[in-house]
């Protein structure tokens, strides 16, 4: 290292790399740290500064290649294992390790470069030392902007005099380096607000530098701005050539750091957007369109000179595409701007699906999941596309069944009156499920997927699609039927509600289907024993729903199974209702806690974790890393009492319900499985939507049991027969609840 830094010997890269490598693991090393300490100062000065500052090798990759200059500056990803991320490193690892022993070196040495640089006479600078010095603080931001730092105070100052000066250099790199600089000291407040409204008016001056780095650091450096209301607000009326720029850029520049810029401020200005989003989408696309149309078209293959390009233009591309998903998903206010973006989106989800780009599955289904829920309808765009979906999911997209399933589920939602009229749509729809339920390549959690999209034709299509119930019928069982077919809790409550959403559907063909096949008995003793499984509000509602809907068939119509288990049946409906008060407050705890409303307490806006009296800082003397005993901590407040007057009446009147016996017994289901995946509970699903969202279980069973009693005497007689005191009084409870409510609707 003395060599080297004398001039005495020469270093290549690699090896230089590799010796800061080496030195980060001697400062944390007790007796290494003695022998490097006493040189600490050399090697600050002579290995680490001289590897940060601009060389002739940048300036020269700065000309030839700009692009490629701005992509190892702004993607750590391209610079990994450099000799300028190890030096850099190395000097965090020294003032943050050993900061009692190094940090007023490292600022000292640092301080004087900056000093020298400014009394010199201008034609006598070294704007490659100013570079270097700057760099070096770059590097230092997290520990210097942390709580309880010392040099805090003097950090204004230090940005006011070194920093927003060189945005007027007349060196492009030394501008680039000023803007990264200010961009990592965002947090820092200035004393004056005219200064950082000044600087911002230099930051928007610069998206139009003729040097393509400067352009780029400059639009990077607005990201950190947008955070502060008073600049969002000052920066709101340069919005539309802001993004024009970043447009620019993206035409420029194959970098997913940029596009995420681009994201922010979609984000942030989402009700501006609406005007230039259409142009925005046709830019992203037509950027996305040439990074990936050169990779499908000149190397189809993977080789080991071209996977790196690839990975990054990919990286690239799935940029873009999140980045037309938060437009998409930030104009769903406007879904007449949607259905404008569609005819410019779909052709890259094409491109995606029928290029077989499997990294880009989830960008892509999110998108159209986005589009989809916005417009809250399948126009013949997205009907078009939907053949593209199918095709990719007979090749390999049976393995992005999740990933597919939102998309799938609004073609359901927002598209059933086509789908109920062409048949085509039904079998293709069918085969999925079908496929994944039968395929050996997926497991439950993707048989679950197959499940909900089931139930959601059921529940969309009522009336509409009865030649798909058998056949989902026939899934369900085969599963139900089958000794040791189920495997986890989630996934046997999913295929039991299949059954559930048969007989709400009609309860008469789902019966049918059931006793031609000789299932009844098999199906609803499972189902019946089940019962404590379905804990979710939206599991409970299926069950109730699914189980009342067979009271209303007449009794002489019943299978000879179900005549004598009615009252099984309806003690089920209890039981879930029993337990509904309590499901309801855990989903609205659930609900809360994703939106973070429970969350008390200010959390530090920082973009570092650093506290300056409780960081990693090692002891000279024992070589060991102190605690760091000031961790914040987030406060939860107490949860409300959501728990109607029903969850009061109900308490314990159901009384024990019993044990549940249909039909003969023969068949033996294996409940008592000690399985922690079996037994673990289904957790609720956020913002669910589902046609039986909107019903109240309490009105619904009110209706249900007084148009039994008129029309369906022997069966209403079979349920109240036999019912004890102690489920008298719960029905009568489960009543009183229900008028209560319709007069609260009334």
């Not at 409204?197 to 607005?222: F, G, Q, T």
């Not at 989408?281 to 000179?305: H, Y």
């Not at 009492?641 to 009061?648: C, E, H, I």
């Not at 008298?728 to 489960?734: K, P």
Request: hydrophobic share 45%; net charge negative.
């Amino acid at each position: 290292i003395e060599g080297y830094t004398s001039g005495r010997a020469w270093m290549s890269l690699r090896i230089r790399g590799l010796v800061a490598q080496f030195l980060s693991d001697c400062v944390k090393d007790k007796a290494a740290w003695k022998l490097l300490k006493p040189h600490t100062e050399g090697i600050v000065a002579h290995f680490i500064f001289p590897q940060m500052c601009f060389t002739a090798a940048d300036q020269e990759l700065w000309e030839d290649n700009p692009v490629e200059y701005v992509q190892k500056r702004i993607d750590p990803l391209d610079d990994f294992g450099s000799a300028v991320v190890a030096a850099s490193n190395l000097l965090i690892d020294l003032a943050y390790d050993r900061k009692q022993a190094t940090l007023s070196t490292i600022l000292g040495f640092i301080n004087g470069v900056l000093a020298t640089y400014a009394q010199a006479a201008a034609d006598a600078r070294d704007p490659r030392a100013k570079d270097g010095a700057l760099s070096m603080m770059s590097s230092l931001c997290g520990l210097l902007v942390s709580r309880k730092s010392p040099v805090a105070a003097t950090l204004p100052d230090f940005l006011l005099t070194h920093v927003v000066p060189e945005f007027t250099s007349q060196y492009g790199f030394l501008r680039a380096r000023a803007l990264d600089t200010c961009c990592r000291y965002s947090g820092v407040e200035l004393p004056d607000k005219q200064a950082t409204r000044r600087i911002l008016e230099s930051v928007l001056a610069m998206l139009n530098d003729p040097e393509l780095p400067v352009r780029v650091h400059a639009a990077l450096a607005l990201a950190p701005m947008i955070e502060d209301e008073d600049m969002r607000s000052a920066l709101a009326a340069s919005l539309p050539q802001v993004m024009q720029v970043f447009l620019n850029l993206t035409n420029q520049i194959d970098s997913d750091t940029v596009t995420h810029v681009i994201e922010q401020f979609v984000e942030v200005y989402a009700d501006q957007m609406a005007p230039f989003a259409a142009q925005l989408g046709q830019q992203l696309c037509d950027t996305f369109m040439r990074v990936m149309g050169d990779v499908v078209t000149n190397t189809p293959e993977l080789t080991a000179d071209n996977i790196d390009d690839i990975s990054d233009k990919t990286m690239a591309a799935m940029g873009v595409l999140k980045t037309l998903g938060t437009l998409v998903l930030n104009l769903e206010g406007s879904p007449e701007v949607v259905f404008s973006l569609e005819a410019v989106v779909y052709p890259v989800i094409r491109f995606v699906l029928e290029q077989h780009v499997v990294d880009l599955y989830d960008e892509a289904f999110e998108i159209l999941d986005c589009c989809l829920f916005a417009v809250k309808t399948v126009s013949p765009n997205a009907w078009g596309l939907f053949g593209a979906i199918y095709e990719c999911f007979k090749s390999d997209g049976i393995d992005f069944i999740e990933e597919m399933l939102p998309s799938l589920d609004n073609y359901v939602s927002y598209g059933m009156d086509v789908i109920a009229a062409t048949s085509e749509l039904q079998a293709r729809l069918f085969d999925v499920v079908e496929t994944v339920m039968k395929s050996d390549r997926v497991g439950e959690g993707d048989r679950t997927c197959a499940c909900k999209l089931a139930e959601a034709i059921m529940l969309h299509g009522r009336g509409k699609v009865d030649g798909m119930i058998p056949g989902f019928l026939g899934l369900a069982a085969a599963y139900l039927l089958a000794d040791d077919a189920i495997k986890t809790a989630q996934f046997r409550v999913h295929v039991l509600e299949i059954v559930l959403n048969a007989l709400y559907y009609n309860p008469a063909i789902a019966l049918g289907v059931l006793e031609q096949y000789q299932w009844t008995d098999g199906v609803f003793t499972r189902l019946l024993q089940s019962v404590d499984r379905f804990t979710r509000v939206h599991d409970k509602k299926l069950l109730i729903l699914g189980l009342t809907a067979i009271l209303g068939v007449p009794a002489a119509q019943l299978p000879p199974s179900l005549q004598g288990g009615l009252s099984q049946l309806f003690a089920g409906v209890l039981q879930s209702f029993q337990s509904l008060g309590k499901a309801i407050e855990a989903r609205e705890a659930f609900e809360k806690m994703y939106e973070g409303d429970d969350l008390d307490g200010d959390f530090d806006g920082a973009s570092n974790d650093f506290e300056w009296d409780g960081g990693s800082d090692i002891d000279a003397d024992d070589g060991v890393f102190a605690d760091d005993d000031d961790a914040d901590e987030a406060h939860g407040q107490s949860l409300r009492d959501l728990a109607g007057r029903a969850a009061a009446a109900l308490g314990s009147a159901a009384g024990d319900i019993g044990e549940f016996e249909l039909g003969s017994g023969d068949d033996d289901d294996d409940d008592d499985e000690e399985d922690d995946d079996f037994d673990a509970a289904l957790e609720e699903e956020y913002a669910l939507e589902s046609p039986i969202e909107q019903i109240n279980l309490y009105i619904h069973l009110q209706d249900k049991l007084a148009e039994v009693q008129s029309t369906n005497g022997a069966v209403y007689d079979a349920i109240f027969g036999s019912l004890n005191a102690e489920s008298t009084q719960l029905v009568q409870a489960l009543m009183d609840e229900a008028t209560a409510q319709r007069a609260q609707q009334a």
